[in-house]
C-alpha cells in the first residue's frame, strides 16, 4: 500500500519501512509450511482494476487504502465492492498518523468510513505503521507516542468491532521506531513487509508472520504497474477465519453496493435509477435486507424478485424522487414513522435542509446508538455519486465528507421500514 508517496519518496523510504496493509484476529498457528494464500493491497494508485481478471490469476484476497490519514481513497467503495462481487475476501487499511491525531481518534474516523461488519467477506481492520516521508525519521517521534497511538487504535478497534485490528509494520521501523516492542504480539497479527528475502525477518516478539508483504512491484492480471504483493501463512480455510460471519441478524455489508465508482452518465441499475444515486443504493440495500443474493444482471428490471411481480419495490416509474418515498412507501402498504431502525430508510422530504436536497435525499440507517444518535451510509449526498458515512444527533449533523465545505443535514424527515430486521414485509 503505497500512500502519499512519489517514486522517489517511495524509493528513499524503502529500505527504512515497506508499504501494504495488515490484517487480523487470533493467532493461529499456520497450517502448514507449505500453505500460504496469495492476495494484494491497493490503493488510490491503482484506479482502475478489473477484479475478474485478478480474481482468475489466482488472488483470494485484497486489502484496500481506506484513508491516508483523514485523506480519503477515493476509489474506496469501488475497489471494495469490485474485489467482493469477485469473490476475494478484503478488507481496509489505515496509514497511522499519530502526529496529527490521537488513535482513538483516527480510529473512530476510520471504522465511521468503512462500515466493518463481521460478514464472512470482511478482513479485520489494519493499521499501517511505517514512516510518512514528509515527517523524518519515525516522524519525529518518540516511541512511546508510537506505542501509545498503536494501542489507542486497537483499543478502539477492538471495541467497535470486536476485532483485533492487523498491524502492518517493516522489521527495521518496528525495531528502530517502536522499540522493538512485544505489547502486540500476542493479541494483533502481524503483517510484515519485507523485501528481497526468502524468510521475513520478524520482530516485536511475534512468533511468526499473518501476513507477508513480499514485494512493492509485482505485476497482476487486471492491473496496470506495480502492485503490492501478499501471502497470508496459512490455509485458505484459515484464512476464512479472519473474515467470521457473526451479523446474520444485522444489516448487509454497505459496501456491497455493485455499482460503485460509476455515474448516473454511465447509466442506471436494474431498478431504472442512476448508477452512484441515493435512490439506486436505497434500492439495493433494502433488497439486500431480503436476502436477495442475484447477480445485479439478473435482477428484474420492475421488482426485487422475480415472483413479486410489478412495483413493488422504490423502481422510479412508480416511487419517484428521493422526496416523494415516504408518500409511496406508505402507499404501498410499507411502515413509514419517524423512529430509526437498523435497515430502514432515512428519508428527507422535497427541499429539506433549507432546500440543500432539491428532490429529496434516502440513506441507509446501519446503526442506532444507546445515545440516541443513528450511523448512516449514502450515495451522492452532493451530486458526485459517491459514497460516505455519517453519525447524527437528533440534533442532525455537519457532513465534512468527500472533500466538500461543511453544511448541516438536519434528523431524517421520516424513517421507511421495508424488510428492515423483521419490520415490513413484501406481503
Known amino acids: 500500500m503505497h500512500t502519499r508517496r512519489s517514486l522517489l519518496a517511495r524509493l528513499a523510504v524503502l529500505v527504512l519501512t515497506a508499504m501494504a496493509a495488515p490484517l487480523l484476529p487470533p493467532l493461529t498457528a499456520p497450517a502448514a509450511a507449505a500453505a500460504t494464500v496469495a492476495g494484494i493491497d491497493v490503493s488510490r494508485y491503482q484506479p482502475s482494476i478489473n477484479w475478474s481478471q485478478v480474481a482468475s490469476a489466482g488472488y483470494r484476497f485484497a486489502y484496500v487504502a481506506a484513508a491516508d490519514g483523514t485523506v480519503k481513497n477515493p476509489y474506496f467503495a469501488q475497489q471494495m465492492s469490485g474485489a467482493r462481487n469477485a469473490g476475494l475476501l478484503r478488507g481496509a487499511y489505515f496509514f497511522a498518523e499519530p502526529v496529527f491525531e490521537t488513535g482513538p481518534t483516527h480510529a473512530a474516523w476510520f471504522l465511521d468510513q468503512i462500515g466493518y461488519r463481521a460478514d464472512g467477506?470482511?478482513?479485520?481492520?489494519?493499521?499501517?505503521?511505517?514512516?510518512?516521508?514528509?515527517?523524518?525519521a519515525c516522524d519525529g517521534l518518540s516511541s512511546t507516542t508510537w506505542i501509545n497511538y498503536i494501542a489507542g487504535f486497537a483499543s478502539t478497534v477492538k471495541s467497535r468491532t470486536g476485532q483485533d485490528m492487523v498491524i502492518y509494520a517493516s522489521p527495521n521501523f518496528w525495531r528502530d521506531c517502536v522499540a522493538d516492542t512485544t505489547r502486540f504480539s500476542q493479541t494483533n497479527p502481524l503483517w510484515i513487509a519485507n523485501y528481497g528475502v526468502s524468510k521475513?525477518?520478524?520482530?516485536?516478539?511475534?512468533?511468526?508472520?499473518?501476513?507477508?508483504?513480499h514485494s512493492s512491484t509485482g505485476r497482476v492480471p487486471g492491473i496496470g504497474g506495480d502492485v503490492d504483493l501478499d501471502l497470508f501463512n496459512g490455509s485458505y480455510d484459515q484464512l476464512k477465519k479472519f473474515a467470521p460471519n457473526t451479523s446474520s441478524s444485522g444489516p448487509p455489508d454497505v459496501l456491497d453496493y455493485p455499482w460503485a465508482g460509476l455515474t448516473i452518465s454511465q447509466g442506471g441499475d436494474q431498478w431504472g435509477m442512476g448508477y452512484g444515486q441515493c435512490v439506486s443504493f436505497a434500492a439495493w440495500m433494502v433488497y439486500k435486507n431480503y436476502g436477495g443474493d442475484q447477480h445485479p444482471a439478473d435482477i428484474p428490471t420492475r421488482g426485487w424478485?422475480?415472483?413479486?411481480?410489478?412495483?413493488?419495490?422504490?423502481?422510479?416509474?412508480?416511487?419517484?424522487?428521493?422526496?416523494?418515498?415516504?408518500?409511496?412507501a406508505g402507499a404501498?402498504?410499507?411502515?413509514?414513522?419517524?423512529?430509526?431502525?437498523?435497515?430502514?430508510?432515512?428519508?428527507?422530504d422535497n427541499g429539506g435542509n433549507g432546500g440543500t436536497f432539491a428532490?429529496?435525499?434516502?440513506?441507509y440507517v446501519t446503526a442506532v446508538n444507546a445515545d440516541g444518535s443513528i450511523d448512516l451510509?449514502?450515495?451522492?449526498?452532493?451530486?458526485?455519486?459517491?459514497f460516505s458515512t455519517l453519525r447524527m444527533t437528533t440534533s442532525g449533523a455537519a457532513d465534512t465528507s468527500n472533500g466538500h465545505?461543511?453544511?448541516?443535514?438536519?434528523?431524517p424527515d421520516h424513517f421507511i421500514h421495508i424488510g428492515d430486521q423483521g419490520i415490513g414485509s413484501f406481503a
Do not use: C
Request: hydrophobic share 40%; aromatic share 14%; no cysteine.
Open 405 to 411: 465545505p461543511s453544511f448541516h443535514v438536519s434528523w
Open 359 to 363: 428532490v429529496g435525499h434516502v440513506a
Open 200 to 213: 521475513p525477518s520478524i520482530p516485536g516478539g511475534w512468533p511468526w508472520q499473518t501476513f507477508w508483504q
Open 377 to 386: 451510509a449514502q450515495y451522492n449526498l452532493r451530486e458526485d455519486s459517491s
Open 305 to 328: 424478485f422475480p415472483s413479486d411481480g410489478l412495483a413493488l419495490g422504490p423502481v422510479r416509474e412508480t416511487w419517484g424522487n428521493a422526496g416523494d418515498w415516504s408518500i409511496t
Open 121 to 136: 467477506w470482511s478482513l479485520p481492520p489494519v493499521l499501517d505503521v511505517e514512516q510518512n516521508p514528509n515527517q523524518g
Open 332 to 348: 404501498a402498504g410499507y411502515l413509514v414513522d419517524r423512529s430509526p431502525h437498523v435497515g430502514a430508510v432515512a428519508q428527507w
